[in-house]
């Protein structure tokens, strides 16, 4: 592909602004700050995204916030499902959001459970929060970089 780099410049500036806010985002607040641990994402159809892939994908990031992206095949019964077993309730300045998937692909997927990267990334450096873009030059170096020298 070329103009790989200029590309992946593109979509992080745009997807914030343009595609972001079109994923039905949800907030809520969990009753203790590492809910999220040990639990499976996959069996709700769902992925980790932003901090938690980040601390996925490099053991770098400690998240305070938990965004999740949630799969539209399975619906809203799993949503209702997921903030019922993990005791979620709605809150507009909750830590944790739920936005909707928007991709419909398996390759590339480094880990089943988190966004695929270039994703997590532009989460990451929408954020502006210094922590947040640290963990995302991480990723950038770790799976995006590798890439580029094949364009």
């Given at each position: 592909?070329?103009?790989?780099?200029?590309?992946?410049?593109?979509?992080?500036?745009?997807?914030?602004?343009?595609?972001?806010?079109?994923?039905?985002?949800?907030?809520?607040?969990?009753?203790?700050?590492?809910?999220?641990?040990?639990?499976?994402?996959?069996?709700?159809?769902?992925?980790?995204?932003?901090?938690?892939?980040?601390?996925?994908?490099?053991?770098?990031?400690?998240?305070?916030?938990?965004?999740?992206?949630?799969?539209?095949?399975?619906?809203?019964?799993?949503?209702?499902k997921f903030v019922a077993k993990?005791?979620?309730?709605?809150?507009?300045?909750?830590?944790?959001?739920?936005?909707?998937?928007?991709?419909?692909?398996?390759?590339?997927?480094?880990?089943?459970?988190?966004?695929?990267?270039?994703?997590?990334?532009?989460?990451?450096?929408?954020?502006?929060?210094?922590?947040?873009?640290?963990?995302?030059?991480?990723?950038?170096?770790?799976?995006?970089?590798?890439?580029?020298?094949?364009?």
């Amino acid at each position: 592909m070329l103009e790989r780099r200029k590309l992946i410049e593109e979509w992080i500036t745009n997807y914030p602004i343009k595609l972001r806010p079109k994923l039905n985002p949800r907030r809520f607040k969990a009753p203790k700050p590492d809910w999220w641990k040990e639990l499976d994402i996959t069996q709700y159809g769902a992925q980790w995204g932003a901090e938690v892939a980040a601390e996925k994908l490099t053991g770098y990031l400690r998240p305070n916030t938990v965004t999740i992206y949630l799969h539209k095949d399975k619906g809203q019964r799993n949503l209702t499902k997921f903030v019922a077993k993990n005791r979620l309730r709605p809150d507009v300045n909750g830590d944790i959001e739920i936005l909707d998937a928007f991709w419909d692909f398996d390759d590339e997927q480094p880990m089943a459970q988190t966004v695929p990267p270039l994703l997590a990334y532009a989460d990451l450096m929408a954020t502006l929060d210094p922590r947040n873009i640290e963990a995302a030059k991480l990723i950038h170096e770790q799976y995006l970089v590798l890439h580029d020298t094949q364009a």
